[in-house]
């Protein structure tokens, strides 16, 4: 009798391990790059793993850090990454060079551009013609810094009078706090802090001529996957977006709780400066008038083809992609869960 309980018991524990073990294979594994070096603007994608929203769509995300939002497309595009945080704009110069090939957006987060010249409050610059007869410091291959000559041509300024003198993005901030440049060329996001971390105060003592203001309407970063996975597995895609969502949705509200899976991830960061960053994202980049009205996560087709011919004549492109070459909202959850609302705590 006791040999057979003991089969018994031991078929179905064996049982059950062949169940965990078949559950556990089914998850798809997703690698995913961020944007840059861990940040609090990143909070969505690590509250959506350590909560198991990732995991309840039967998806396994790894996340790795990036090298700039820009190369997130082409990481993707090299085949090392599915998926990734990154800049649209970067997926519409790379489908005009090699369509087929590029990433592609399905959840933008980021609905205003990071793009911005910041200066010195006491160079008393308020305006694009104060620009003329000055210096910015840009760093050569940039967005803010390729997309400067169409920003002078928006503005009605003469390029003969702006001078731009390259450098390492690690020196534009030292380099204006000395004076030894009017302004820098950079994404707001990034320079805000860098300023924080030099003991500056951005709001106080800076001026930020936002591209966004001034004809560079442009959307920014947001997720994107590759064209592979979306042919071959939309189900994992549309798991991706539906589980980034909702983590999005609750850190809105509660920005602790992103900063303890951001903190989670990398706990050799300023958690007091990145929670700051997470909330200048929503303040700054993702809460807007038109995110209000089609909810987080889309694009209105009318403004993408205007940022698709923007970035096509900053580019000097030749091939003008489609809206829908660039953006896919197919696997968008519906508008009613995608209402965004952002408290500061």
């Known amino acids: 009798m006791r040999n057979v309980l003991f089969k018994t018991l031991a078929g179905t524990l064996a049982a059950t391990f062949l169940l965990c073990g078949a559950a556990q294979a089914q998850d798809t594994t ?52 599915d998926a990734g945080f990154g800049d649209v704009n970067a997926i519409i110069q790379n489908a005009s060079l090699k369509p087929g090939e590029a990433p592609v957006m399905v959840y933008q987060m980021w609905n205003r551009p990071p793009f911005a010249i910041v200066t010195k409050k006491s160079a008393n610059i308020t305006k694009p013609k104060d620009l003329e007869g000055k ?16 920003f002078i041509q ?17 020196l534009q901030e030292p380099m204006l706090i000395k004076g030894d440049i009017d302004g820098a060329l950079v994404f707001n996001i990034t320079s805000y802090f860098n300023l924080v971390l030099n003991r500056q105060d951005p709001e106080k003592d800076f001026n930020w001529m936002s591209f ?37 949705l609750e850190i809105a509200k509660d920005q602790n709780l992103g ?19 997470m909330q200048y994202s929503f303040t700054e980049l993702i809460v807007s008038p038109e995110m209000k009205e089609i909810g987080v996560g889309d694009v209105k087709d009318t403004r993408m083809a205007r940022a698709i ?8 492109l030749t091939r003008v992609p489609s809206p829908s070459e660039i953006f896919n909202r197919q696997f968008l959850p519906p508008r009613a869960e995608r209402s965004l609302v952002y408290t500061a705590n």
């Open 30 to 81: 997703v690698r995913f790059t961020l944007g840059w070096k861990t940040q609090g603007s990143d909070a969505a994608f690590f509250v959506a793993r350590d909560k198991g929203y990732y995991k309840a769509e039967g998806l396994n995300v790894v996340i790795d850090q990036g090298e700039g939002s820009g190369a997130t497309v082409t990481r993707i595009m090299g085949g090392a990454y």
């Open 135 to 150: 210096t910015l410091g840009g760093a050569q291959g940039t967005p803010t810094t390729r997309l400067l000559p169409v």
């Open 154 to 170: 928006k503005n009605g300024l003469d390029a003969s009078k702006i001078k731009v003198s390259n450098m390492a993005p690690n």
């Open 212 to 248: 966004g203001d001034y004809g560079m309407d442009l959307y920014s970063n947001g997720l994107m996957v590759s064209q592979k996975m979306i042919r071959e597995n939309p189900k994992a895609v549309a798991g991706l977006v539906r589980a980034t969502n909702k983590a999005m």
């Open 259 to 277: 900063m303890k899976s951001t903190m989670a991830y990398d706990n050799l960061i300023n958690e007091a400066v990145e929670k700051r960053r």
């Open 309 to 316: 011919g923007i970035i096509v004549e900053g580019y000097q």
